[in-house]
């Protein structure tokens, strides 16, 4: 499988992603620039972390401009794997190729610890390769991560079963503790926590693999909504 | 050059001396202009040329055979072994902290960020040391908890930005800083041998060209320069505190890399201290070189500036680079493509001298020497160190000793700092093995099996007490948080803060604090390479106690970190090192002291640096040779302290320890006598024999168990708390302190 990292000015959690895929996990794995449209021909794009374009007007907004997102939304359409990872997570929302909305977190700070999630769906390429209700202990690290949607979007996510994962323990303020949610075609997901920081034991743990080693094997059957 | 006349007010206002305004006169032959004043005041300034401490700090030891680059370039580079390299230095930020703490602090950040990467290095690891007046006082409480919550937001959103974890650091209240906080941040960086970038104007000819952020009026030479004469043309007041931009920087950092690696670059430097006029000049007399700059072609923010004000600027994010001629064009395209600005300015000449112009008029004229080398220098006048405290000790109240536990758990130096380094991004690049909360921060390096420890330290009690000792401990404290985690000391970078070095009381700190870093760093043979002075913080003529900041380095396997609580019960624990002497007046500058006894008196714990350094040998090898569960060194509230924390694992795993000591037990539980550290094992006899070994105390006090701490000694309890209780305090005491309830 080859995995295109894209590389918006401002985003700093691109190495750690590609590391992660490239070295831990040893895939074919290119960086993808901001200014160009080509995705060099990946089969899974990762919106990394970061404050891409400095996070100036909201986090995300002005990354949806670029011609790199222009691709990956065509990507995303033709049912390509596209992957967001915190500020990725925002960008996606921000370019409506998922649903709600990622704002300032309840405490007002920056939040940066190891926090428990629920596995709240399998059926999905980034999450078959995990148990349904399993515990999954990611870092997060981000000051604007609460998930707010109105209630008819809730409770839709809930009813199509597209909410990823769950926190136990919030630490945000997110609606419904949410901290991963899929698009209806589930080809998308973004997530506040960072599993490319849980990919190896010296960094605590390696519960990030599910994940990404989920959307590795994607090619395993998932039921369209 | 029509500017305003040079009156002794003029040449006070750039707090010159007469003297000094008189080697001026000589060293130009003619009288300065307002620019060339200008620029003077800032290079000879105490900040950039340390002339009060000069010739003290030729006093350390600089060099090993793994130091590539000591003192006097923008970072030190130590050697760490398979063709690479770290870079790190520490820099304060005290004075705008204090005015303004959150873009203080960013700006602090950003700067010694810059300090690294201009050398070719990336930045892999932020600690910051933080110091403020107390948070529960009535009078100034408020006040400090504002400028606590400023400064570590300001840390956190430029390093978050920016992308560096923050991994480790202190955080220090003390009536002394009520007035003055002390903000000093150290960053390290990490390239390969040849990839390092010097600050040299190199090549006669060669384009000196300006990338970055543009430039405005903001950061202009301090307070003393807002005065009527000087303000015709800056018509209004601006901040003189700098704003920082996260995002520009990450961008500068990543294009200057990418750059650097074309080969088409010949020196670099950053605008730090008076950017254009500390870069031109410094990479001119590095180099033996003039530099000649045209100021009309400078990026700018705002239309009118004069030159005083654009050589005196201190906008952030910018950095002034020389290209080899005939391959600009490299180099533009490169800071094109990351959206920054790279301009042309001048050119490398022969004749040694900065020249500025601007639209073509001469404002300044100088030898780069005379501004970056021939800064004048001061034995200054010293007496007897400043002593706040009396030699020997108040009437000790004595209270019981589980409840004076708890007041030291719960008390802000030795409370968990967790809600200050959850606000930092401690990950990021995933290099963090063991992160903040750790006895030393180890981040490792993806490109070899080698990892990188790190500490800082200080202790302004200890140093009020005796500079020199207090210093020393320092170092030795730093070295063992190092041995601790497996890790070889291998070099220190310091912050000097002190008050004003024009009383001889405070000169004499200076000079017997420096003395002692010389001697403990000589010792633990942990050269220095660089570092920083802070003088004049005082408020009201009260200086700080003396505050030297250590941070030290060192390099370890990497492999799974070693941690400081004990993980499952029926382990032995050891206190390797021993039980420590010490009497009455050395617990005086200890946390017991602080805390329970609300008092200072005596003199700092004792330190053999000759023991210190065998029981830290031994650490080394009975970490690396994986034959202790936990480790964890005993410092801030001695014994009783280590042993509590040690229990706050996730599984709240206490200890039942008996002692058999004569010290009386307020000595025996809390003083901060040095070279101890405690284990826990399951096999004592093999931390005996390497504790024999290395001829070091080594004895078994007590074993493991569930939810409990207990101590006696000789038969009687001296405390017996549940952990849980203990833990919950010392979790949540900050934010009781920040919320101005009472935490126990």
């Given at each position: 499988m080859k995995i295109g990292v894209v590389v918006f000015p401002g985003s700093n959690c691109d190495h750690d992603a590609w590391h992660a895929f490239a070295e831990t996990l040893r895939q074919d794995t290119v960086f993808l620039w901001h200014d160009s449209a080509s995705l060099q021909g990946a089969d899974l794009i990762v919106l990394?972390?970061?404050?891409?374009?400095?996070?100036?007007?909201?986090?995300?907004?002005?990354?949806?401009?670029?011609?790199?997102?222009?691709?990956?939304?065509?990507?995303?359409?033709?049912?390509?794997?596209?992957?967001?990872?915190?500020?990725?997570?925002?960008?996606?929302?921000?370019?409506?190729?998922?649903?709600?909305?990622?704002?300032?977190?309840?405490?007002?700070?920056?939040?940066?610890?190891?926090?428990?999630?629920?596995?709240?769906?399998?059926?999905?390429?980034?999450?078959?390769?995990?148990?349904?209700?399993?515990?999954?202990?990611?870092?997060?690290?981000?000051?604007?991560?609460?998930?707010?949607?109105?209630?008819?979007?809730?409770?839709?996510?809930?009813?199509?079963?597209?909410?990823?994962?769950?926190?136990?323990?919030?630490?945000?303020?997110?609606?419904?503790?949410?901290?991963?949610?899929?698009?209806?075609?589930?080809?998308?997901?973004?997530?506040?926590?960072?599993?490319?920081?849980?990919?190896?034991?010296?960094?605590?743990?390696?519960?990030?693999?599910?994940?990404?080693?989920?959307?590795?094997?994607?090619?395993?059957?998932?039921?369209?909504? | 050059m029509s500017e305003t006349l040079i009156t002794p007010e003029v040449i006070a206002q750039h707090q010159l001396s007469t003297s000094e305004y008189q080697k001026i006169l000589s060293l130009l032959g003619r009288e300065p202009t307002l620019?060339?004043?200008?620029?003077?005041?800032?290079?000879?300034?105490?900040?950039?040329?340390?002339?009060?401490?000069?010739?003290?700090?030729?006093?350390?030891?600089?060099?090993?055979?793994?130091?590539?680059?000591?003192?006097?370039?923008?970072?030190?580079?130590?050697?760490?072994?398979?063709?690479?390299?770290?870079?790190?230095?520490?820099?304060?930020?005290?004075?705008?902290?204090?005015?303004?703490?959150?873009?203080?602090?960013?700006?602090?950040?950003?700067?010694?960020?810059?300090?690294?990467?201009t050398m070719g290095a990336r930045p892999i690891a932020v600690m910051d040391s933080i110091r403020f007046g107390r948070l529960d006082d009535e009078a100034t409480g408020a006040r400090n908890r504002r400028l606590l919550e400023g400064v570590v937001s300001g840390i956190a959103h430029y390093g978050n930005c920016f992308g560096v974890p923050t991994v480790g650091g202190e955080c220090v209240f003390e009536e002394s800083y009520d007035g003055n906080p002390l903000v000093n941040v150290f960053a390290l960086g990490v390239f390969h041998h040849d990839e390092v970038f010097y600050g040299?104007?190199?090549?006669?000819?060669?384009?000196?060209?300006?990338?970055?952020?543009?430039?405005?009026?903001?950061?202009?030479?301090?307070?003393?320069?807002?005065?009527?004469?000087?303000?015709?043309?800056?018509?209004?007041?601006?901040?003189?505190?700098?704003?920082?931009?996260?995002?520009?920087?990450?961008?500068?950092?990543?294009?200057?890399?990418?750059?650097?690696r074309t080969g088409a670059i010949v020196g670099i430097q950053d605008m730090g201290a008076a950017g254009l006029t500390s870069s031109t000049c410094e990479m001119g007399s590095r180099a033996g070189t003039g530099v000649e700059i045209e100021l009309s072609l400078v990026p700018q923010r705002e239309a009118g500036m004069t030159p005083y004000e654009m050589m005196l600027s201190e906008s952030q994010e910018r950095m002034l680079l020389v290209a080899e001629r005939g391959r600009e064009d490299v180099v533009f395209s490169v800071f094109k493509k990351w959206g920054l600005d790279a301009v042309e300015i001048g050119r490398v000449t022969a004749d040694g001298m900065l020249r500025v112009k601007q639209n073509g008029i001469v404002f300044a004229e100088i030898?780069?020497?005379?501004?970056?080398?021939?800064?004048?220098?001061?034995?200054?006048?010293?007496?007897?160190?400043?002593?706040?405290?009396?030699?020997?000790?108040?009437?000790?109240?004595?209270?019981?000793?589980?409840?004076?536990?708890?007041?030291?758990?719960?008390?802000?130096?030795?409370?968990?700092?967790?809600?200050?380094?959850?606000?930092?991004?401690?990950?990021?690049?995933?290099?963090?093995?063991?992160?903040?909360?750790?006895?030393?921060?180890?981040?490792?390096?993806?490109?070899?099996?080698?990892?990188?420890?790190?500490?800082?330290?200080?202790?302004?009690?200890?140093?009020?007490?005796?500079p020199r000792e207090g210093t020393k401990l320092l170092v030795a404290e730093c070295c063992r948080n190092l041995s601790t985690v497996g890790a070889l000391p291998i070099a220190t970078t310091n912050n000097l803060n002190f008050g004003n070095p024009e009383r001889p009381e405070i000169m004499a700190q200076i000079v017997e604090s420096i003395e002692g870093l010389a001697d403990a760093c000589r010792f633990f043979d942990v050269p220095v390479t660089g570092g920083n002075v802070s003088l004049y913080n005082e408020t009201l003529g009260t200086p700080i106690f003396p505050t030297p900041v250590v941070g030290i380095v060192g390099t370890l396997p990497t492999s799974l970190p070693i941690g400081i609580s004990f993980p499952k019960v029926g382990l032995r624990v050891v206190l390797l090192g021993g039980l420590g002497t010490a009497d009455a007046r050395e617990l005086g500058g200890t946390q017991y002291a602080k805390v329970v006894q609300n008092s200072l008196w005596g003199v700092p714990p004792r330190l053999d640096m000759e023991y210190e350094k065998r029981v830290q040998a031994a650490i080394r090898e009975l970490v690396r040779g994986g034959l202790v569960a936990s480790a964890h060194d005993l410092s801030k509230g001695g014994l009783?302290?280590?042993?509590?924390?040690?229990?706050?694992?996730?599984?709240?795993?206490?200890?039942?320890?008996?002692?058999?000591?004569?010290?009386?037990?307020?000595?025996?539980?809390?003083?901060?006598?040095?070279?101890?550290?405690?284990?826990?094992?399951?096999?004592?006899?093999?931390?005996?024999?390497?504790?024999?070994?290395?001829?070091?105390?080594?004895?078994?006090?007590?074993?493991?168990?569930?939810?409990?701490?207990?101590?006696?000694?000789?038969?009687?309890?001296?405390?017996?708390e549940r952990v849980d209780e203990l833990k919950g305090l010392w979790n949540n005491a900050l934010e009781h302190l920040l919320h101005n309830s009472v935490a126990v």
């Open positions: 990394p972390g970061g404050f891409s374009y400095g996070d100036y007007l909201r986090c995300g907004a002005i990354a949806k401009f670029s011609p790199m997102m222009g691709a990956v939304k065509k990507f995303a359409q033709e049912g390509g794997l596209v992957l967001g990872i915190c500020n990725g997570f925002q960008i996606l929302t921000e370019a409506g190729l998922l649903p709600g909305a990622l704002v300032r977190n309840v405490g007002l700070k920056f939040v940066c610890k190891t926090v428990p999630l629920e596995v709240a769906t399998t059926n999905s390429p980034f999450t078959h390769r995990a148990v349904k209700g399993q515990t999954l202990a990611l870092p997060v690290a981000h000051g604007e991560g609460c998930y707010i949607a109105n209630e008819q979007v809730l409770d839709e996510l809930e009813a199509e079963d597209r909410v990823a994962f769950r926190y136990r323990e919030n630490p945000n303020g997110s609606m419904r503790n949410i901290a991963g949610v899929l698009n209806r075609e589930r080809n998308v997901m973004g997530l506040m926590p960072h599993p490319e920081r849980a990919a190896d034991p010296l960094m605590g743990g390696t519960d990030g693999l599910t994940i990404l080693e989920s959307a590795l094997h994607a090619g395993v059957a998932v039921s369209r909504a | 620019t060339e004043l200008g620029i003077f005041g800032v290079m000879w300034s105490e900040h950039c040329s340390y002339k009060s401490s000069r010739i003290h700090l030729k006093k350390l030891p600089t060099e090993s055979k793994r130091v590539l680059q000591g003192p006097g370039e923008n970072a030190g580079i130590v050697d760490i072994g398979d063709g690479m390299a770290i870079a790190f230095k520490i820099e304060s930020h005290n004075h705008p902290s204090f005015i303004e703490p959150f873009q203080g602090a960013a700006t602090g950040v950003g700067g010694i960020l810059r300090d690294i990467f040299k104007a190199s090549g006669v000819g060669n384009p000196v060209i300006y990338v970055g952020a543009k430039t405005g009026r903001d950061g202009i030479h301090g307070a003393s320069m807002a005065s009527a004469e000087f303000t015709e043309s800056s018509k209004r007041k601006r901040p003189n505190v700098q704003v920082g931009d996260p995002f520009t920087e990450k961008l500068l950092l990543e294009a200057c890399l990418e750059a650097m030898p780069n020497r005379a501004l970056a080398d021939e800064a004048p220098k001061y034995d200054r006048p010293r007496t007897r160190p400043l002593r706040p405290a009396p030699l020997d000790r108040p009437t000790i109240l004595r209270g019981t000793w589980g409840a004076d536990l708890k007041m030291l758990l719960a008390s802000g130096d030795v409370c968990s700092k967790r809600w200050i380094y959850e606000q930092y991004d401690h990950q990021v690049r995933t290099n963090t093995v063991a992160g903040p909360g750790a006895e030393a921060a180890v981040v490792r390096i993806k490109e070899t099996n080698t990892s990188i420890a790190m500490s800082l330290d200080g202790n302004g009690r200890y140093c009020a007490l005796d009783a302290v280590a042993l509590a924390e040690s229990g706050f694992g996730p599984e709240n795993i206490g200890a039942d320890v008996k002692l058999d000591s004569d010290l009386p037990p307020e000595l025996l539980l809390f003083h901060e006598g040095p070279s101890r550290i405690l284990v826990s094992t399951p096999n004592p006899e093999e931390v005996f024999r390497l504790a024999n070994a290395n001829g070091v105390h080594a004895i078994e006090i007590g074993v493991t168990l569930k939810a409990r701490v207990t101590i006696s000694n000789r038969g009687e309890v001296l405390l017996d």
